[in-house]
């Protein structure tokens, strides 16, 4: 129970009140340059979520057994604790790349229709930053923390992975949708294209601040008052951007 | 951009014409995220400076080697390799502003500029103009960045560099430092770029 209330706020945390787009502003290259049109935009959300996914399970995978100091393999091979932190963005940024590769030609081979329907937007997305910004997020729960009990398992790791990109969704598609309103409005001529945007972008963010507080609110009324102070830690770490 | 440009046009360029943030909308995650103060944004030019020069030497050094279909590949462990030796260097040395900039260092590997330079630049050519292409757009977006932070610091927090500079009555616009503000600044100077840039001198000219 207390696994899927942790799992709820890391999921509220994700996808609305630390918006990766909106709160951490990754991920911005698509949301400025593919939310032109919703029907693109919406593919372009689930693209990205589909890979957040792919890509947090095995940088998760990696950095539980690997990477971490005193991880398993490195342990059991060499007989004495190793940390080859130093490794991590090498490691993820070929992870990222190469599920990329993987998804699509996995993609392509069994489901054409959802190929043609992600389109060009497969092989982009390996420079999307909040790819990497997933990882890293889940790498700072899982390497060199010193409390074992609040090292995140799988579930957190691919909780945050799924809702992330599902608010990456949201935002793109809110977007879209203004946009394609914009069109027929009279902007002045500085502003066309993407000062406009980033503007427009900017009051979604101030909506978006409107969410903070809500993890705290929602742990409050979930979780039992006694049990509270062990177990809270991971929504309140994640939480702690929202308070800035 | 021509192909027979010296050094030093290619460090001009890099500065106004080409401005890696006003004029290309590149690099936007950094640009937005970590210029709620002024140091944080000079710390993290100097993080892009540092890799956009290192990058820039060492794939045009091996750009005989490059294959075609692996140079993203090179490209980006490259810069992984800088942003790590980059990443630790402030963990080791500057540790409160390593931890207030946070996930954003490690986010320079996927910083569209440094590619884009590597692509359009470095694989190409010397490494004379590799280095100077570099200085330049590293410089041109330290602007930017500069640009961004002044306003939100001012704005938000009533001082610059850390120095008051608005009157202690001064309300602080705490929007200005919140996600919304970065966007809102952003637009605002992007829009004023634009106007100073294009449409003042053609008036003409549709977009």
Same mark, same amino acid.
């Given at each position: 129970m207390d696994l899927l209330v942790t799992l709820l706020l890391i999921a509220v945390g994700a996808a609305l009140i630390n918006n990766f787009v909106l709160h951490y502003f990754v991920g911005l290259c698509p949301f400025m340059g593919v939310s032109r049109r919703l029907d693109t935009a919406t593919g372009m959300g689930f693209a990205v979520t589909f890979v957040i996914s792919v890509a947090s399970f095995l940088s998760w995978t990696l950095t539980y057994f690997?990477?971490?100091? %005193?991880?398993?393999?490195?342990? *059991?091979?060499?007989?004495?604790?190793? @940390?080859?932190?130093?490794?991590?963005?090498?490691?993820? !940024? $070929?992870?990222?790349?190469s599920s990329v590769q993987f998804v699509e030609m996995y993609v392509r081979r069994f489901f054409p229709n959802l +190929?043609?329907?992600?389109?060009? +937007?497969? =092989?982009?997305?390996?420079?999307?930053?909040?790819?990497? $910004?997933?990882?890293?997020?889940? #790498?700072?729960?899982?390497?060199?923390?010193e409390d074992p009990s609040r090292v995140w398992g799988l579930p957190q790791a691919l909780t945050l992975a799924f809702f992330a990109g599902i608010g990456f969704t !949201?935002? !793109?598609?809110? #977007?879209?949708? !203004? /946009?394609?309103?914009? @069109?027929?409005? @009279?902007?002045?001529?500085?502003?066309q294209g993407a000062g406009i945007a980033f503007i427009v972008a900017g009051i979604l963010a101030m909506a978006f601040t409107g969410f903070t507080g809500v993890d705290?609110?929602?742990e409050k009324l979930l979780k039992p008052a006694p049990s509270r102070a062990e177990t809270s830690s991971p929504a309140q770490v994640h939480s702690s951007g929202g308070e800035e | 951009m021509s192909e027979d440009a010296t050094?030093?046009? /290619? $460090?001009?360029?890099?500065?106004? =014409?080409?401005?890696?943030?006003?004029?290309?909308?590149?690099?936007?995650?950094?640009?937005?995220?970590?210029?709620?103060n002024m140091k944080a944004a000079m710390t993290m030019s100097g993080a892009v400076l540092f890799v956009l020069v290192g990058a820039n030497l060492v794939v045009s050094l091996i750009r005989g080697l490059l294959k075609p279909h692996l140079r993203i590949l090179i490209f980006t462990l490259t810069i992984a390799t800088f942003v790590t030796i980059a990443d630790r260097f402030l963990a080791a040395f500057m540790y409160p502003m390593s931890k207030e900039l946070g996930p954003y260092v490690p986010l320079i590997i996927v910083n569209c500029i440094i590619i884009c330079r590597c692509e359009v630049c470095a694989s190409r050519q010397s490494p004379a103009a590799a280095l100077g292409d570099a200085l330049g757009q590293s410089l041109g977006f330290a602007l930017a960045l500069a640009s961004i932070a002044t306003v939100r610091e001012i704005l938000g927090s009533g001082t610059w560099l850390g120095i008051r500079i608005l009157p202690?009555?001064?309300?602080? *616009?705490?929007? #200005?430092?919140? =996600? %919304?503000?970065? $966007?809102?600044?952003? %637009?605002?100077?992007?829009?004023?770029? &634009? *106007?100073?840039?294009?449409?003042? /001198? &053609?008036?003409?000219?549709?977009?």
């Amino acid at each position: 129970m207390d696994l899927l209330v942790t799992l709820l706020l890391i999921a509220v945390g994700a996808a609305l009140i630390n918006n990766f787009v909106l709160h951490y502003f990754v991920g911005l290259c698509p949301f400025m340059g593919v939310s032109r049109r919703l029907d693109t935009a919406t593919g372009m959300g689930f693209a990205v979520t589909f890979v957040i996914s792919v890509a947090s399970f095995l940088s998760w995978t990696l950095t539980y057994f690997v990477l971490r100091p %005193g991880a398993p393999v490195t342990t *059991w091979l060499l007989h004495r604790e190793v @940390d080859l932190s130093i490794l991590n963005y090498i490691v993820y !940024i $070929f992870v990222i790349a190469s599920s990329v590769q993987f998804v699509e030609m996995y993609v392509r081979r069994f489901f054409p229709n959802l +190929y043609r329907s992600f389109g060009v +937007y497969l =092989p982009l997305i390996t420079t999307n930053c909040a790819i990497l $910004f997933a990882c890293l997020e889940i #790498m700072k729960h899982v390497s060199g923390v010193e409390d074992p009990s609040r090292v995140w398992g799988l579930p957190q790791a691919l909780t945050l992975a799924f809702f992330a990109g599902i608010g990456f969704t !949201i935002a !793109i598609v809110i #977007m879209a949708g !203004i /946009r394609e309103q914009l @069109d027929v409005a @009279d902007v002045p001529r500085a502003l066309q294209g993407a000062g406009i945007a980033f503007i427009v972008a900017g009051i979604l963010a101030m909506a978006f601040t409107g969410f903070t507080g809500v993890d705290r609110g929602l742990e409050k009324l979930l979780k039992p008052a006694p049990s509270r102070a062990e177990t809270s830690s991971p929504a309140q770490v994640h939480s702690s951007g929202g308070e800035e | 951009m021509s192909e027979d440009a010296t050094p030093l046009e /290619r $460090f001009i360029r890099g500065i106004i =014409p080409e401005n890696p943030v006003y004029r290309q909308l590149l690099g936007l995650c950094p640009t937005l995220a970590v210029t709620n103060n002024m140091k944080a944004a000079m710390t993290m030019s100097g993080a892009v400076l540092f890799v956009l020069v290192g990058a820039n030497l060492v794939v045009s050094l091996i750009r005989g080697l490059l294959k075609p279909h692996l140079r993203i590949l090179i490209f980006t462990l490259t810069i992984a390799t800088f942003v790590t030796i980059a990443d630790r260097f402030l963990a080791a040395f500057m540790y409160p502003m390593s931890k207030e900039l946070g996930p954003y260092v490690p986010l320079i590997i996927v910083n569209c500029i440094i590619i884009c330079r590597c692509e359009v630049c470095a694989s190409r050519q010397s490494p004379a103009a590799a280095l100077g292409d570099a200085l330049g757009q590293s410089l041109g977006f330290a602007l930017a960045l500069a640009s961004i932070a002044t306003v939100r610091e001012i704005l938000g927090s009533g001082t610059w560099l850390g120095i008051r500079i608005l009157p202690a009555g001064w309300d602080d *616009w705490v929007i #200005m430092v919140l =996600p %919304g503000g970065a $966007f809102l600044t952003m %637009g605002l100077l992007l829009g004023i770029a &634009n *106007w100073l840039g294009t449409v003042r /001198r &053609n008036p003409k000219a549709t977009e």
